[in-house]
């Protein structure tokens, strides 16, 4: 089975710039989750989608970040501009309910210069 | 609210016993622990639900006290492979309504 598939791997901007990345999720996972996790720190939730629609989005800064979920599978999560603390790796995941286990990507590491 | 994990860090020798603790200050329905070594994705361990239930993974077992609102992981007899930064992670209204919150983590370093 494939795993949860994450683009690009890595990326360097510079501030101000925009950046989008891409996941394409476990075939048939109804809940695609994107998180933030910024070097020494555990995850942090930024949206959770189940099908299309968004479940939670209330950490998301949605000044500058913002993610789609088209047709209940792929999802672009953008950010717009970037800012020096956006460097982080951003992680999705996928599962088949939104209440078991989640299969993460590899993850797409920014660096915002 | 981010749950608290203690220790920050924890050095063994290869064989021995380790406890990880996580600990909200909220109501839990269910905690998940996941492991992540470095530079890879966070993999999936075990969920344990409200109810005090305790839950077996080879040498790798959780509890999880309802009253107390802490879940401890618990490791025997580590290996080389158990290397990495244990996380866990909470939910609090459960079917998925708020995701999961996870705290920041723990680093266990496991020597020959």
């Known amino acids: 089975e494939a795993g949860v598939a994450q683009s690009p791997r890595y990326k360097i901007i510079e501030k101000r710039q925009s950046v989008a990345f891409w996941c394409n999720p476990i075939?048939?996972?109804?809940?695609l989750y994107w998180y933030q996790q910024i070097l020494g720190q555990g995850p942090k939730l930024l949206i959770q989608?189940?099908?299309?629609?968004?479940?939670?989005d209330s950490q998301l800064p949605k000044d500058r970040f913002s993610a789609e979920r088209l047709k209940g599978v792929d999802s672009t999560l953008k950010i717009q501009p970037a800012k020096l603390e956006d460097s982080a790796v951003y992680l999705c995941?996928?599962?088949?309910?939104?209440?078991?286990?989640?299969?993460f990507g590899e993850g797409s590491r920014l660096t915002v210069l | 609210q981010q749950p608290v994990q203690s220790p920050q860090a924890v050095i063994l020798r290869e064989g021995e016993d380790a406890v990880i603790n996580c600990s909200s200050s909220?109501?839990?329905?269910?905690v998940h622990w996941y492991r992540q070594k470095h530079g890879e994705a966070p993999v999936f361990l075990m969920i344990l639900l409200k109810g005090g239930e305790q839950k077996g993974h080879e040498k790798i077992s959780a509890s999880f006290n309802e009253k107390k609102q802490q879940s401890s992981l618990y490791l025997t007899a580590s290996q080389l492979s158990y290397s990495g930064t244990y996380f866990c992670g909470t939910e609090i209204s459960g079917g998925g309504a708020d995701g999961l919150t996870f705290g920041k983590g723990t680093h266990l370093i496991i020597q020959p």
């Open positions: 995941a996928s599962s088949y309910t939104n209440t078991g286990e989640l299969f």
């Open positions: 075939s048939g996972h109804a809940t």
């Open positions: 909220k109501a839990l329905y269910s």
């Open positions: 989608f189940q099908n299309n629609g968004v479940v939670d």
